[in-house]
């Protein structure tokens, strides 16, 4: 097939249906509509504060500027961003994301912060969001199946620019469920797209993006490998005492001694898309 006539979108949507189907359940944002879970994502990134001030330093939000958070989660970056920013427009599908992103912009006493519960896909610009936006951003939440619409979404309602950031190759928790998924469940597990298809999507829409790369750190502590089970069960689909056993070997082997705990290892690549619109 010739390179400049394949459809990067279709290759976008191929990989992230297989990547659902192999999971075997909904969609990303059905895994955060616990509040329990929600609160432990906050809790594990108030543990990175430096990466939370890279992506500050990176937006650079002002006094009087216009902000959306596309997939907001528990407000991890959209609530320190509301304390710099004119207004904050937080997108966020799940119930329990949405609930703590609430509590912990009360608690941090911010008033600018409009909480938009909706999948991005699902959003009508003209009715449900306050734009148009200076910055636009989506931090390690594009799990939508037509990245494209999505895009020209986002373009539609930005100003200024648009900053997307996404994994690059397997990451860290992929691996595992790679390695894992047909011992557990009989059949492979399919990674979802990353950042070199999303480069392709970007290019074949006329968009030449600026382009930087890191590795995020997503190291897990746990104090005991019954604990590590009991927070992986659901991420593994997990639901026998047989299945329990494949994990507990597994992370037997690879967990690591950690201050009087375990740490159960984990490095991605990060990449980070911005244009000007």
Known sequence: MDYKTIDWNEVWK???EKNVGSRGRGECATIWDSKKKAE???????????????VIERLRPGPGSKVLDIGAGPGTLAVPIAG????????????????????YAARQGISNLTVV?????????????DGPYDIVFASHSLGMPDIRKAIEKMTAVASRQIFLFWFGGVT???????????????????PGPKADILFNVLWSMGITPNMSSGELDHAKIY?????????????????????????????????IPKNGQLALPGKTTGVQFWWEV
């Open 14 to 16: 191929g990989l992230y």
């Open 223 to 255: 104090p005991d490998v019954t604990s590590a089970i009991g927070d992986l069960r659901e991420q593994f689909a997990i639901s026998t005492p047989e299945q329990d056993e494949v994990l507990r070997h597994y992370l037997e082997e690879v967990m």
């Open 117 to 129: 519960r909706k999948r991005w896909e699902d959003i009508d610009p003209a009715t449900d969001l």
């Open 84 to 103: 710099l920013a004119g207004q904050v427009t937080a997108v966020e599908p799940a119930a329990g994301m949405a609930e703590v992103m609430k509590e």
């Open 40 to 54: 432990e994502f906050l809790a594990q990134s108030d543990k990175n504060p430096e990466r939370i001030s890279r």
């Open 172 to 190: 860290s928790w992929e691996r595992p469920m790679v390695d894992l998924w047909p011992k557990l469940h009989g059949k492979a597990y399919t």
